[in-house]
């Protein structure tokens, strides 16, 4: 089973404008309310390729409610525990005609240790047939040893860590010997304090260092140029991108890691799920939203074949 963690959900509201005056009235029509959180976004990708998966993460009050009943509706099947006091967060996306985004993002509920105890209780059928997904931030009102104890938990079941977190928390999980992590370019900067663009050379140099800090197999995510897959063997592997217009690149890097974990179930290999990774992220990349998982199929026979680095 494939279980995902969304600790910091959000229910996004989309608005499209014209255009953006700041200080105006201004009107729109045509908004949406869409479940957000990087976890949740693999899991409805997951779902829509007829992968069997359980969405898991703590919610709060009526924008928490809402959250879990649209990923419901989207198919997936759900374990959150929902907080009676607090809100979720509640993004704000501003898109006009020509592309331009401004979000106004929310910072989540405070969440007590009663209800880390009853979401760690969830965990408690973990195994090592089990694969457990760690994406997106963590809530702010977070107590600072749920995180450890999370990662403890998946340590001691033996099940295969996914890591897809930046900063702080993705360096915190190293140590725990995540099976994979996906950093895209510009996290890695962040983390090493590096500056300007990254060749593919220096983007395995730098995979390479994570995994002497523990990560097992890297993917890099590289946008538009594709994805860099470094494995435990030491084999290094690169994927291009697909061509094509990208409309918006938000959940993209989610669904390169629901389309690698889709092809590692299909072909038993990491290689095999980069493919479908990189399929995945074209594929949302190429529309507004997550992408559905015929789009992805549609996607994949453009992908070339990955070739060693």
């Given at each position: 089973?494939?279980?995902?963690?969304?600790?910091?959900?959000?229910?996004?509201?989309?608005?499209?404008?014209?255009?953006?005056?700041?200080?105006?009235?201004?009107?729109?029509?045509?908004?949406?309310?869409?479940?957000?959180?990087k976890g949740v976004n693999v899991s409805m990708l997951l779902s829509s390729l007829g992968v069997e998966n359980r969405a898991l993460g703590i919610a709060a009050g009526f924008t928490g409610r809402e959250i879990v009943r649209l990923v419901e509706e989207a198919g997936c099947e759900t374990d959150f525990v929902l907080l009676e006091d607090g809100l979720s967060r509640v993004n704000v996306k501003l898109r006009t005609a020509d592309g331009v985004e401004t979000a106004f993002n929310g910072k989540g509920p405070q969440i007590s240790s009663q209800a880390v105890d009853a979401f760690l209780n969830k965990l408690s059928g973990l195994s090592g047939e089990d694969v457990l997904v760690l994406s997106g931030s963590l809530p702010a009102g977070l107590p600072e040893t749920a995180f450890p104890r999370l990662l403890e938990t998946v340590r001691k079941a033996g099940a295969r860590l996914v890591v897809d977190m930046s900063g702080d928390p993705l360096l915190a999980a190293l140590p725990y010997r995540p099976y994979l992590i996906k950093p895209n370019d510009e996290e890695l900067r962040e983390i090493f304090s590096l500056e300007g663009p990254l060749s593919v050379l220096e983007v395995k140099e730098y995979a390479g260092r994570l995994q002497h800090m523990g990560a097992r197999n890297v993917i890099v995510s590289l946008g538009a140029k594709g994805a860099l897959l470094l494995e435990e063997s030491g084999r290094c592997l690169f994927c291009h991108g697909v061509r094509g217009d990208a409309v918006s690149t938000v959940g993209a890097g989610d669904s390169l890691v629901a389309g690698t974990l889709f092809g590692l179930?299909?072909?038993?290999?990491?290689?095999?799920?980069?493919?479908?990774?990189?399929?995945?992220?074209?594929?949302?990349?190429?529309?507004?939203?997550?992408?559905?998982?015929?789009?992805?199929?549609?996607?994949?026979?453009?992908?070339?074949?990955?070739?060693?680095?």
């Open positions: 089973m494939i279980i995902t963690v969304t600790l910091n959900p959000a229910l996004d509201y989309q608005i499209p404008l014209e255009r953006f005056e700041p200080g105006a009235i201004q009107w729109f029509s045509q908004s949406a309310f869409i479940p957000g959180g179930g299909l072909h038993g290999t990491l290689e095999g799920g980069l493919k479908w990774g990189v399929a995945a992220g074209s594929a949302t990349a190429f529309q507004e939203g997550i992408a559905t998982g015929d789009q992805v199929k549609a996607q994949f026979p453009a992908v070339e074949n990955p070739h060693a680095l």
